[in-house]
């Protein structure tokens, strides 16, 4: 490049002014402290990702391996959330659930027994290398220390996100992946929290659940005497109340820490512990509760010390007065308030491994008389096993072995056009758009410790937790209303009532969520549309070509048809039969059966088949030991009827193949169930039509998953192909033609006339790579088409578009000089200046003004800044900044003589007046005070 200066003049008298040196010291154990002093920052990206958690790292890399740039804006010092913040283990992780880079993560680390610093060292090399293997790829920009401060927004779109510290973090998508929402809910996107009644939704396990007695310990801390007042860590106020009720209340946080015998560091004591705060637990152990510590060398739960009901998490701590007589919960808290309720759970939970450890009254329990010999010796081993462990050297460095993150189980849930409640969890409404699988029970944590009636001590919200028959999470759930908010996704406090979110906020299913967002996000953009206009079937196949896994495919193609037991159009019933789903392997949850009448009742399936030919037929019933060993099927097919006995006592939960028969096309009653001659119960529940492979191949389809090959940053556009088939178990040879005003070998690299996807696999990715030059072409369209064979036949995308963009200069050199021109460095060169208006074509490129017009665009140029800040007066330029010179430099300088050629750059920092998201225009200033200073010169450099 080269440089032209640009100088203006002024005469001024200024006081002096000083810049802060950045600086970030530990904090230690904390939540929020001061923003550190560092240098703002002011970023431009096509994805701005808000929350280093673990869906955070997922979204950032998938957004890169799209083709995508992007920033990861983090709220603290570490990546990884809960995932690196102390699990060792997170439930519902299953690779038969879970694809695509939770999948990849979860091969690095193991699905269970990981430390916490091997799944951050795992996110951290994600986050280096995001696409393996590859050259072209960089390490993904990550700002740690960053607090939202507010959302800018033009009408339903959000323009930038601006932190406390001043930075700004500007792009055309954002996601949401912080536990709280905190993006969501400055962005003015409704929300609820808290409980919904039963009644709300149709809900049997919404609201309040029944309360279960705490030991029979007594409430008040004179035993007896309500007007003593509570005890430590009992809710003010609260009552029973009714099971079902709605209520503000959310589980329980703790921190998930790690203890281990050996290679440790010791226990200490938490900065506001206080003895009584444990007042409950000396009363419940006191009184014979579970004083057993059932896990070591592992991340520690609420069920692995003591009880549920007093142990890890902290039982209405997750909110703090208000002052008046009410409470904040953590998330409506401002970051101040947090770190109070942060440093309250540390108080509790290492505090109460302190209190076990040192507190004399305590231990005086296990010589207690009133306590049974058994209930000592339990006590006895929990203070010794206590005495024995602490925290893993080399776990959690900056905090002593103690955790960072505190575990936020449930916050804000967005309210959007579509809500997903527990009928899509019990699968009754089927979900058209999954983006990811759930696979764990709702399951949520105490909420509530109160007085009862009686005077004694009572908790309230547990269900408990175990796995539960994968279903599918919506992608309408992820989005805001459509007249609020059409640039934001949000894969975790999605929209979803508080049974839903309760089933799917496990870590494995966040970051499955948060790729399906990120390739939401990109899709979007390449098609200048709102998330909300996203074609959920285009986003389909490209989530399934990056491996993700989303269930039984719930599209009706002409290839599948399914009719399950509620579908009554298609369902004919002979005889009453009952409907249930007491039993697992259900279609869809809920089946039929015949009471075990053995006779006299049948199940008729008409399925509508848009074509004839051969089917492959496959039932599905939920099996038991006491199912009909000898259920009759009947199959009316094309050429007559065939009859077979299957036993329903096994193979259950899945799809099991009858048999190949010839049906024509239309409506008909095709399959039967009956229980004439059963041995036992009969269960009708859903019959799968599949279009032989003898007479329909393998479809083939492909995508532009980016369309973009960019030569200045030597990143390439990425298609990919995709088949569906029944069957991945052997490769398949696709052939591919590529055309347009791109030539293969002259602005890319050559193409291979097939490409074979590996067995296994569904979809392979096909790069197309920019040939890097100095010659001035052009950016360059290009398409590859799928040609036909007798191995598979073509989809309805058949073809993907691409675009090969030349280096700025190059393409603005293409754009503004004739061919006979562009090699004349007197003509185009950026230091040539060929209209002789005093601005050379760099300085035209950059303010976006014609190199051969002879005029100047003032408003495009610097002007002198003048402002008064505080009594201060500042002075500086203001200038314009074309999107296409993203690849420029812009450097201020100053001087207080022109005599004596001394320039100094300014250290402040460039501030952005104005940005366009479309075009990437900017209105630039920077700005510096000066004290006893009578003259300033300002000139601009471009390079």
């Known amino acids: 490049m080269f440089p032209r200066l640009l100088i203006l003049a002024i005469g001024l008298v200024l006081p002096l002014a000083a810049y802060p040196s950045a600086s970030t010291p530990n904090p230690g154990l904390k939540y929020y402290y001061p923003a550190p002093d560092a240098p703002q920052v002011d970023v431009e990206a096509d994805i701005i990702v808000y929350g280093g958690t673990s869906g955070g790292v997922v979204a950032a890399v998938q957004a890169v391996r799209q083709g995508n740039s992007v920033a990861l804006v983090v709220f603290g010092r570490h990546v990884g959330g809960m995932t690196s913040g102390g699990l060792t283990h997170t439930d519902g992780v299953n690779a038969e659930v879970q694809g695509g880079i939770t999948r990849e993560f979860f091969d690095v680390v193991g699905d269970s027994g990981f430390l916490p610093s091997e799944a951050e060292a795992t996110f951290e090399s994600m986050l280096s290398d995001p696409v393996p293997a590859a050259e072209w790829d960089e390490p993904i920009p990550t700002y740690f220390e960053q607090r939202l401060d507010h959302v800018e927004k033009v009408g339903t779109r959000i323009v930038a996100i601006h932190m406390e510290n001043g930075s700004i973090f500007r792009g ?348 939401a996000a990109g899709l979007a953009i390449d098609q200048k549309i709102s998330v909300q206009e996203v074609d959920y079937a285009e986003l389909r196949m490209r989530l399934i070509a990056d491996r993700q896994i989303l269930g039984a495919d719930t599209v009706v193609h002409e290839t599948e048809v399914i009719v399950d037991n509620a579908d009554t159009d298609h369902l004919r019933l002979i005889g009453n039969w009952l409907t249930s789903s007491s039993a697992p392997g259900a279609y869809n949850t809920r089946y039929l059966h015949d009471n075990n009448t053995r006779s006299g009742k049948s199940a008729t399936f008409s399925p509508l088949l848009t074509d004839s030919g051969l089917y492959e037929v496959y039932l599905q019933w939920a099996a038991f030991d006491n199912r009909a060993s000898n259920a009759l099927v009947t199959v009316n097919h094309a050429h007559g009827t065939d009859d077979m006995r299957i036993n329903q006592q096994v193979d259950g939960g899945q799809w099991n193949w009858l048999g190949t028969w010839n049906f024509d096309a239309g409506t008909s009653d095709a399959l039967t169930l009956s229980n004439e001659g059963a041995d036992g119960y009969v269960i009708a529940d859903a019959v799968r039509f599949v279009y032989s492979e003898d007479t329909h191949p393998t479809t083939v389809q492909i995508f532009s998953s980016h369309p973009y090959a960019d030569e200045l940053r030597g990143t390439p556009a990425r298609l990919q192909i995709l088949r569906e088939s029944e069957s991945y178990a052997s490769p398949l040879t696709v052939e591919i033609q ?122 495009n140029e610097p002007r002198l800044t003048l402002q008064w800040i505080e009594g201060v007066r500042w002075a500086g330029l203001t200038w314009n900044r074309s999107g296409d010179a993203k690849d420029l430099q812009a450097v201020v300088e100053y001087s207080t003589s022109l005599g004596n050629g001394d320039w100094t750059p300014l250290d402040t920092p460039i501030e952005t007046l104005d940005w366009d998201p479309n075009s990437g225009d900017r209105i630039l200033r920077q700005r510096m005070s000066a004290a006893n200073k009578q003259f300033l010169f300002f000139r601009l450099r471009v390079e």
């Open 172 to 519: 055309r998508m954002f996601l949401d992946c912080t536990y709280e929402g905190d993006l969501m809910a400055m962005a003015g996107v409704p929300y609820t929290y808290g409980r919904e009644s039963q009644a709300q939704y149709g809900e049997s396990l919404a609201g309040r659940r029944a309360s279960v007695p705490l030991g029979e310990i007594d409430a008040y801390n004179i035993p007896g005497d309500p007007e003593s007042g509570l005890i430590d860590n009992l809710i003010e106020g609260e009552t029973e109340g009714e099971v079902g009720q709605a209520d503000e209340h959310v589980q329980a946080y703790n921190f998930r820490m790690f203890t281990t015998w050996t290679n440790k560091q010791p226990i200490f004591k938490p900065d506001g512990y206080d003895a009584a705060n444990f007042e409950i637990l000396y009363r419940f152990h006191k009184n014979g509760g579970d004083a057993s510590v059932r896990r070591i060398a592992n991340d520690v739960n609420n069920h692995h010390l003591f009880d549920r009901g007093v142990a890890t998490d902290h039982i209405g701590g997750n909110r703090w007065p208000d002052g008046e007589g009410g409470f904040i919960p953590w998330w409506e808290a401002d970051y101040a308030t947090r770190e109070l309720i942060y440093q309250s759970h540390v108080n509790w939970q290492l505090g109460m491994l302190w209190y076990v450890k040192t507190d004399p009254a305590y231990a005086a329990l296990t010589s207690d008389p009133s306590v049974s010999p058994s209930q000592q010796d339990a006590i006895q081993e929990a203070i010794d096993r206590v005495n024995a462990f602490g925290f893993p050297i080399g776990e959690h460095p900056e905090t002593q072995g103690w955790p960072h993150e505190l575990y936020v189980r449930e916050a804000r849930r967005m309210v959007s056009d579509h809500v997903t409640t527990q009928d899509h969890y019990d699968g009754n409404t089927p979900v058209p758009d999954p983006v990811g699988l759930a696979n764990y029970r709702a399951d949520a944590h105490h909420s509530r410790r109160f007085v009862g009636a009686d005077g004694t001590v009572r908790v309230e919200g547990d269900t408990g937790g175990h796995d539960h028959i994968p279903w599918g999470i919506p992608y309408r759930a992820l989005v805001p209303p459509a007249d609020n908010t059409t640039n934001l996704l949000v894969p975790w406090s999605i929209s979803a009532s508080h049974v839903a979110f309760c089933s799917m906020r496990m870590e494995p299913c966040f970051m499955v969520l948060s790729q399906s967002a990120s390739t």
């Open 738 to 859: 590529a055309n347009g005003t791109a030539v293969s070998g002259t602005h890319y690299d050559p193409l291979p006339a097939s490409v074979t996807i590996p067995t296994g696999e569904r979809a392979i990715d096909l790069w197309i790579f920019p040939i890097r030059d100095d010659l001035p072409q052009g950016s360059r369209t290009g398409a590859v088409h799928l040609v036909a064979t007798p191995e598979y036949t073509l989809g309805n995308a058949s073809t993907a578009d691409f675009t090969v963009l030349d280096k700025p200069e190059d393409d603005w050199r293409y754009r503004h000089f004739a061919s006979t021109d562009e090699a004349q460095a007197a003509t185009s060169a950026p230091e040539a200046d060929p209209d002789h208006d005093g601005r050379s074509n760099l300085f035209e490129r950059y303010f976006d003004t014609e190199p051969r017009s002879g005029h100047r665009h003032e408003q």
